[in-house]
């Protein structure tokens, strides 16, 4: 082999070994790393700000549902209790037991969104 070809060898082996290195040891690449992780926290922060912005107006917006839900199942009650309204005892139990499981339900299902278990 030729002296050139020798000093093209080397001159190929420096270029691949600097190729091969962790793009963050440069002073400019760990730069921009540094920036990118930084807005990358931030997003993550912002995201779980509007997370908990988002759950506390929903679970208002379904507090007063499921309220106005049992005060109208409620009223029910009372008005075929007083005489005002003329119900077979069967709808009514049948009104009672499906309000009880879908309240239930709904209160289970929102409490998991709003406060999900945590993964390991």
Known sequence: MSESEEKAKEVFKRLIESSSADPRSSSLSQGEFNQYDQEERKARLESFVQ???????FAQ??????VGWLVVI???IIAEGLGYLNIPEAVTLGLIGS?????????????KYLFPGKSQ
């Open 51 to 57: 997370d908990i912005r988002e759950r506390k107006k």
């Open 61 to 66: 917006w379904i507090f007063w549902m499921v």
């Open 74 to 76: 409620l009223g029910i």
């Open 99 to 111: 309000t009880t499981v879908n309240v239930t339900a709904f209160f289970v299902i929102v409490t």
